[in-house]
């Protein structure tokens, strides 16, 4: 079983930037495509950005431009990075990773909390 765990989470003003990271605790992370989803309180769980095996990347309109995904194969981490945080960035933020073409993949993290409020 492939556990992900996500850091990097807090509360931050309006405008100001966070990095959220997902370490994995496999050796063959390289092969996983990767993606953050977020859910805030009342609403569906929705895909913020994603990386392929290959580096190739997808945001989400709501966050093209200000976010930007990146992973680290070497030390089988994920991250994104968040600049120009706005209030209604505000959920709990998972990692979410395995193989297969489409996501959601097999593997979850158990979230972490963005907060962005002045």
């Known amino acids: 079983q492939v556990q992900l765990v996500e850091s990097g989470g807090g509360l931050v003003q309006p405008g100001g930037s966070l990095r959220l990271s997902c370490a994995a605790s496999?050796?063959?992370?390289?092969?996983?495509?990767m993606g953050w989803y977020r859910q805030a309180p009342g609403k569906q769980r929705e895909l913020v950005a994603h990386i392929t095996t290959g580096g190739s990347t997808y945001y989400a309109d709501s966050v093209k431009g200000r976010f930007t995904i990146s992973r680290d194969n070497n030390k089988s981490t994920v991250f994104l990075q968040m600049n120009s945080l706005k209030p209604e960035d505000t959920a709990v933020y998972y990692c979410?990773?395995?193989?297969?073409?489409?996501?959601?993949?097999?593997?979850w993290g158990q979230g972490t909390q963005v907060t962005v409020s002045s």
């Open positions: 496999t050796n063959i992370f390289s092969i996983y495509n």
């Open positions: 979410n990773g395995g193989r297969g073409v489409a996501g959601p993949y097999a593997y």
